[in-house]
């Protein structure tokens, strides 16, 4: 795998806001009874949507075997935006769990069989690991601030770094997981667009 070490003005942008969120505690934001969390995490539902079908607008000139990566990375964002959603029950919370199990089952399934069953994507797969050209920073970003997510969600050692109030869990955790969707969709489209030079330098 092969980094670029180019720290880009999003890289920046993304980071000094990172860093402003501790911020928002004290500054005794108001949460009006939970709704500015759940704007924020309706506004991360759109944001995925987007890029899935993005995804798929993006790489339709492609070559067949060359969409075959791109489609499951797809599949990632559908299933993200699944995860977020906590597989639909945010929206339907008086559904049968039931319903929201096979739907957590169904979509990961359509990310893992593929890998299973197809060569073609696992020779994709081995090759773009090899040769992606990575922005190294921001994906560092994107892995920082995942942990740092997760760390809020779950109390986690470093918690108390970012989180000095624990009315603001679920606000800090969202927007450190804001951050993680929007760095991740700007490495994604970094990567794809190497990919098109690549195929365009090669049929020249």
Known sequence: MKMKTQFSISAFSLFTISLLF???VELHVPLKHGEVVVLIENGQAVWLLFCAIFTAWYIKS????????WLWAMVWW????????SWGRNYFPDEPRLIFRAISVLLISILILPVIFSNILRKKIIIKFRSVRLPVWMSLLVVTTYLIADSVEHHRFIAPLFLHDTRYTDLIEEL????FMLGLFEVSLDVMKDEKKRLLNSST
Do not use: A, D, W
């Open 22 to 24: 501790p911020l928002l």
């Open 62 to 69: 492609m070559p067949h075997e060359e969409k075959v990566f």
């Open 78 to 85: 559908i299933v993200l935006l699944g995860r977020s959603t």
């Open 176 to 179: 450190y997981e804001t951050i």
